[in-house]
């Protein structure tokens, strides 16, 4: 059962973690249309607001995944008294 969990608990890590990295790209895609480039280019204040939180939301998807991708791997580590 603590193995079935463990899976549970790292697979909705990884996804959290890509859904997050997948959002700093949108942000990227979004952030060079001509439309909004005026807005969020790096030439405004907002644009650096968003600039910087697209970059603390990258740092969380990878910082999540690195977690959910490592939590399995301590297989062996398990000291039983």
Not at 37 to 65: F, K, N, P, Q, R
Request: overall charge positive.
């Amino acid at each position: 059962m603590d193995s079935t969990r463990k899976r549970v608990g790292s697979s909705l890590l990884i996804g959290a973690g890509v859904l997050l990295v997948a959002a700093f790209l949108g942000w990227l895609v979004l952030r060079n249309h001509e439309a909004l480039e005026s807005a969020l280019g790096m030439t405004s204040l907002l644009g650096w607001v968003t600039h910087g939180l697209a970059l603390l939301i990258l740092l969380g998807g990878v910082s999540l995944l690195a977690r959910g991708l490592s939590r399995g791997s301590n297989k062996g580590s398990d000291v039983v008294d």
